[in-house]
């Protein structure tokens, strides 16, 4: 069975500046998916950022880049310029290839951003 | 796009009664929807996954006679909760698969009283 570890419960970042989050997985699959999704207060879950496993090159949607290591089943997800609003419960993801199939979640990182 | 909403966001009933809540996917077909439950501070509990046309599959431990899946259509899943009871208050989300990605609707506060 797939497993998806966060290992940090709470993280803390200063307005402007830079953090990492981390995650690593555990699967025997080659062919899948990986996600960061953000879950602000009002608890709706917004896409951050996708991988797909079979790209060496690492994902960014603006401020958001990953660092996949395929090898090492390690997918951390770095915010730059932190601003207010990042501040919510980050949540890793991985999904097997295929269609339909489950979304495996790691429990959360809960992101602080302060002034 | 990949927009997905879900009705109604906020929901108070009397213990005994069913609650029915509305997930629709307003920008892309979704073959497969998805429904979870969560827990204040916790991560998502997939409850069961509904596809178009055919039952839901339900995850170990969720009762299907409980939580009744209908995925009439490519962009609507219902998700009706029977004969509620105090301990099925929650937050419940929905999502729509596309292109292996889910994309989450705004989610629905259900508290029976």
């Known amino acids: 069975a797939q497993t998806v570890t966060q290992s940090q419960p709470e993280m803390s970042v200063q307005e402007a500046e830079t953090v990492t989050l981390s995650c690593t997985y555990d699967?025997?699959?080659?062919?899948?998916?990986l996600f960061w999704y953000k879950q602000p207060p009002s608890r709706q879950m917004i896409l951050v950022i996708r991988q797909e496993a079979y790209k060496q090159q690492n994902a960014t949607e603006n401020r958001f880049s990953v660092n996949f290591q395929k090898a090492a089943k390690s997918f951390s997800l770095k915010i730059s310029d932190s601003q207010l609003g990042d501040a919510a419960m980050y949540f890793c993801?991985?999904?097997?290839?295929?269609?339909?199939?489950?979304?495996?979640f790691g429990t959360g990182t809960q992101l602080k951003v302060e002034l | 796009g990949a927009v997905v909403s879900q009705h109604p966001s906020w929901v108070i009933c009397k213990s005994g009664t069913s609650v029915k809540i509305e997930c629709r996917s307003l920008?892309?077909?979704?073959?497969?929807m998805f429904w979870y439950r969560q827990f204040p501070k916790q991560s998502l509990m997939l409850m069961a996954t509904s596809n178009e046309g055919s039952k839901a599959t339900y995850e170990q431990g969720v009762e299907k006679d409980k939580f009744l899946i209908n995925h009439a259509s490519l962009t609507l899943s219902t998700l009706t909760v029977t004969s509620a009871h105090p301990e099925d208050s929650s937050f419940y989300i929905c999502?729509?698969?596309?292109?292996?990605?889910?994309?989450f609707g705004p989610g629905t506060r259900l508290l029976v009283l």
């Open positions: 999502s729509g698969s596309r292109q292996e990605t889910q994309y």
């Open positions: 699967t025997s699959e080659s062919d899948y998916y």
């Open positions: 920008d892309f077909q979704a073959t497969t």
């Open positions: 993801a991985y999904i097997l290839t295929g269609g339909g199939n489950k979304l495996t």
